[in-house]
T-cell receptor
């Protein structure tokens, strides 16, 4: 089955710790995205990548970092510089090879909390 | 002005009624519009895409697009309690030098049995 896999489902971060959220897709999509969602709020874009080895900052990139070494994988690191990391993190991908008007499809999300 | 605006709700309708969800957007040249459904604690799920003016029907769902008025809506006919969720409108807007999918903050719908 094709899809987007995020892990872990739940993650706890200690003070001063960096944590990495995994996102893997087998849809052969070129573009991948990371969003943050706070309770009762919409989605805010953290980072996105249109092709391998290239990525751009979204609206709230401070305190986060990403890499895109493989087409299938787009891990997100929440650094200790992100002072309020508690949120629901969503990874998405889209098939931009079909043009720029394609929808995004989401993984099941990772819920991050501070210990 | 927010780039993609939705009524935050909550919107309550009785079972069997038509639920109407509305969305306005700021970019006159947007070409693609999507509706996502998000159940509590879950990730968004794509339910409708619309690219041309007019109506697009898929089962109990109808998306309506009016580019001149910069308005897109979602109608849910014969609403069921299982339709209770937050509905997110998403529009491809220019951000900087590129188009990005921009989400509204969502409308929470409750269908009362």
């Amino acid at each position: 089955d094709g899809g987007i896999t995020q892990s872990p489902k739940y993650l706890f971060r200690k003070e001063g710790q960096n944590v990495t959220l995994s996102c893997e897709q087998n849809l052969n999509h070129d573009a991948m995205y990371w969003y943050r969602q706070d309770p009762g709020q919409g989605l805010r874009l953290i980072y996105y990548s249109q092709i391998v080895n290239d990525f751009q900052k979204g609206d709230i990139a401070e305190g986060y970092s990403v890499s895109r070494e493989k087409k299938e994988s787009f891990p997100l690191t929440v650094t200790s510089a992100q002072k309020n990391p508690t949120a629901f993190y969503l990874c998405a991908s889209s098939d931009t090879a079909k043009g720029g008007n394609q929808p995004q499809h989401f993984g099941d999300g990772t819920r991050l909390s501070i210990l | 002005q927010k780039e993609v605006e939705q009524n935050s709700g909550p919107l309550s309708v009785p079972e069997g009624a038509i639920a109407s969800l509305n969305c306005t957007y700021s970019d006159r040249v947007s070409q693609s519009f999507f509706w996502y459904r998000q159940y509590s604690g879950k990730s968004p799920e794509l339910i409708m895409s619309i690219y041309s003016n007019g109506d697009k029907e898929d089962g109990r769902f109808t998306a309506q697009l009016n580019k001149a008025s910069q308005y897109v809506s979602l109608l849910i006919r014969d609403s069921q309690p299982s339709d209770s969720a937050t509905y997110l409108c998403a529009v491809n807007l220019y951000s900087g030098s590129a188009r990005q999918l921009t989400f509204g903050s969502g409308t929470q719908l409750t269908v009362l049995p």
